[in-house]
């Protein structure tokens, strides 16, 4: 039998002059090699229980209970052994990195145990080839994609030879290839090194495959602590936050069944074996119906002239770098959710706030309707703050766009952030709370144009349908909102058009279904469990629907 690696007993854990603990009697025990997904709602607990167990990262407060770590304490661990033996990936990337180059920034946590060159030259190497480093290995990590910035994060903290690796969030800033491959070498080190993982994320479709255990977090109380195959049952039985973020299959079935599909692989068997008494019964579902059917029919043909619209863009951020933009163009209407996607570092920031006016291109223009309104939302939300409460940085515009305290209230009810909040320094609130307070700021404001960039980050399952919700009700006030997100679940859920942008150039756009239907990679998890098997669908919805329909 394994060793146990990791037990919490009883951990209560508390902020200063919080109203109540942030976490409340955590019990928890992990064996050497298990795989546990710690998930829940934007608040729940987890990014200060991983915080919990490292010491160089343990959040200032009352901690109550016991964590203990192959027998003893974490902070009554040498330094040394601490730092080495806990692995931490961050949430963003950039605040890990320390160093210019990649080779660096990599052998940082060596060079502070004091290892002898020949030793760090070897772990270097060996853990550059294992996770395909090595081509850019010599680079500066400020060139690098966000993946590749993710993967030198892991490497960072594999080099250091960790017993458990903790990691929180790490695919929330990953496009979906890059993040399927994170999670590829993140599963291959716990089953290939025998490294125990502790990961906190909202996209559970992507880790239960290769999960074996789930801590399932609510208000700082642990709802439920065991096996996947429990924990859907758990969820589909009494329901929780996050069963929107369970695979589309595992959303269909019933508690009873004997085994609840959790891959896309055998999402598809299973739905296939709902037809199996008439093949042909999916084909072709629904092919009558219009084209008209809610915010995901009709794609960019519109009678309206564009809000705002780019025209042939070319930019770059130095004069001796290469051109990010290279020729880009694009259009944004009143009444329409517009995505953009692409990998990462494919310029779709760039070209957003390009459109916002902060981003000036050498070539091409930049053409507004009038005096036009326009709000955006950057990647990380806390630029928007700037004072000591959440309370003041709401009132900062007041005077400027003309509200008071009573539209404050109502826009934080909009986003469902408690009135509590409202006297806490907005670093303080989770990441979740975060970004809807960021948007809560900019609503405000009463924006025409609302670009977001990557606005469903840090939300969980629940807090995303309500954002879609949102940005359907802004839509159908006159509003143009531009997202740009790598949450294609989310894209094809909340988006009328869709862009991607490739090598500079918009490449493609189209209506949601057209464009998540013509693709085989680039789409969500509906279309990959749908295709073939029953007419193709882009949203749980229409999937549910269509099952109903022929079952």
Known sequence: MMDDILELRGLRFSYPDASRPALDGIDLRLRAGDFCVVCGASGSGKSTLLRLIKPQLSPVGERQGSITFRGTDPAAMDARESAAALGFVMQRPQDQLVMDSVWHEVAFGLENLGLDQEDMHRRVAETAHYLGMSPWVTQRVATLSGGQQRIVNLASVLVMRPKLLLLDEPISMLDPIAAADFIALLARVNQELGITVLVAEHRLDLLLPHANRVLLLQEGKAAYSGDVQGFLRRCLSEGSRVDAALPPAARLCSGDEPSIPVTIAQGRNWLASKLVSDPGAGEGV????????????????????????????????????????????????????????????????????????????????????????????AQDPRVLFVCDTLRDDLREWSDRFAYDDSDIARVMQRLDLPESLLDSHPFDLAGGELQRAALAKLLLAKPQVLLLDEPSKGLDAQAKG????????????????????????????????????????????????????????????????SQGIIEPCVTFEQLRERLEAVR
């Not at 694009?330 to 957003?352: M, P």
């Not at 490449?507 to 279904?513: A, E, F, M, P």
Request: net charge negative; aromatic share 8%.
């Open 466 to 529: 309500d954002l879609v919700g949102l940005l359907h009700e802004l839509a159908q006030e006159g509003s143009a909102v531009v997202l740009v997100s790598h949450d294609l679940d989310f894209v094809a859920e909340a988006a009328d058009t869709v862009s991607m942008i490739f090598d500079g150039v918009v490449d493609t756009t189209g209506s949601v279904r057209d464009f998540f239907v013509g693709n085989l990679f680039y789409t969500c998890a509906v279309g990959r469990l």
């Open 286 to 377: 629904f092919a009558e119906r219009s084209s008209s059917e809610g915010p995901f029919a009709e794609s960019t043909a519109s009678a309206s002239e564009p809000l705002i619209e780019a025209r042939e863009l070319w930019f770059r951020y130095g004069a001796q770098e290469p051109f990010v933009l290279r020729g880009a163009s694009f259009a944004a209407r009143a009444g329409k959710v517009h995505a953009i996607v692409g990998g990462n570092g494919s310029g779709k920031s760039t070209l957003l706030f390009a459109l916002a006016g902060v981003n000036k291109p050498q070539r091409g223009s930049v053409r507004r309707v009038g005096k036009l309104h326009v709000a955006a939302l």
